[in-house]
């Protein structure tokens, strides 16, 4: 039977600070694996096709940009909310140009000007970003993971014998832990990331309006 001696006791508490470390611990790594992982790839890939309507002087419809970044998402199997909204790709299709050893004077000066005549021209469906049903599982399960490994070693660690149904009360344990740290860090984490993600994209606005208007004046 399951007994609640000491040690597992110990467990059970271990796992309530395990769970939102974990959480905490698989987003760190997925912020610092997209650098080379599907979010940088998709990211970048987004800044080609746009770069390549700037080139020909063409402003796409906010179709159009909504077409390019659902299929690059589904190529990349990430969610369309994870690209870079089209102001802040614009801004940095800009500085990589004006930056760029392998780019003409003239060429950087084509895309300079298209951005500042027809920058503020460009539309996208606004996405809220969220965690959707597979990440969410994935991160769920992660947690799960990271709980049960913790929770038997330290039984193990403890000298103390488990039988089939302490693992089976375990791994419930750990699924329904992680499942309930994990609903509670998404309401946190997803209105934060959606907030940063609004007040870059505000930033690159503004930084856009500021260029175009004096282009204008000049």
């Known amino acids: 039977?399951?007994?609640?001696?000491?040690?597992?006791?110990?467990?059970?508490?271990?796992?309530?600070?395990?769970?939102?470390?974990?959480?905490?611990?698989?987003?760190?790594?997925?912020?610092?694996?997209?650098?080379?992982?599907?979010?940088?790839?998709?990211?970048l890939a987004f800044e080609t096709g746009v770069k390549f309507f700037i080139t020909i002087g063409e402003v796409p419809s906010a179709d159009e940009i909504n077409m390019l970044k659902s299929e690059i998402s589904k190529r990349y199997n990430i969610p369309v909310c994870q690209i870079d909204d089209i102001y802040t790709?614009?801004?940095?299709?800009?500085?990589?140009?004006?930056?760029?050893?392998?780019l003409s004077n003239q060429e950087k000066e084509e895309i300079r000007l298209h951005?500042?005549?027809?920058?503020?021209?460009?539309?996208?469906?606004?996405?809220?970003?969220?965690?959707?049903?597979?990440?969410?599982?994935?991160?769920?399960?992660?947690?799960?993971?990271?709980?049960?490994?913790?929770?038997?070693?330290?039984?193990?660690?403890?000298?103390?014998?488990?039988?089939?149904?302490?693992i089976i009360i375990w791994v419930v344990y750990s699924f329904f832990s992680a499942l309930i740290f994990n609903m509670g860090f998404r309401c946190i984490f997803d209105p934060c990331e959606e907030k940063r993600r609004k007040k870059r994209t505000l930033e690159s606005i503004t930084e856009l309006r500021n260029v175009c208007r004096q282009r204008k004046i000049l």
């Open 1 to 43: 039977m399951f007994n609640l001696d000491e040690g597992k006791i110990v467990s059970f508490l271990g796992a309530l600070f395990l769970s939102p470390a974990s959480y905490v611990l698989k987003k760190t790594i997925e912020y610092i694996g997209a650098w080379w992982l599907p979010v940088r790839k998709a990211n």
């Open 89 to 102: 790709t614009i801004v940095h299709i800009y500085t990589k140009s004006i930056c760029s050893e392998q």
């Open 115 to 166: 951005i500042f005549r027809q920058g503020t021209r460009y539309r996208e469906q606004n996405i809220v970003y969220k965690t959707e049903g597979a990440e969410f599982m994935r991160d769920v399960l992660f947690t799960m993971m990271v709980v049960f490994l913790i929770g038997v070693i330290n039984f193990l660690g403890l000298g103390k014998m488990i039988d089939s149904f302490d």
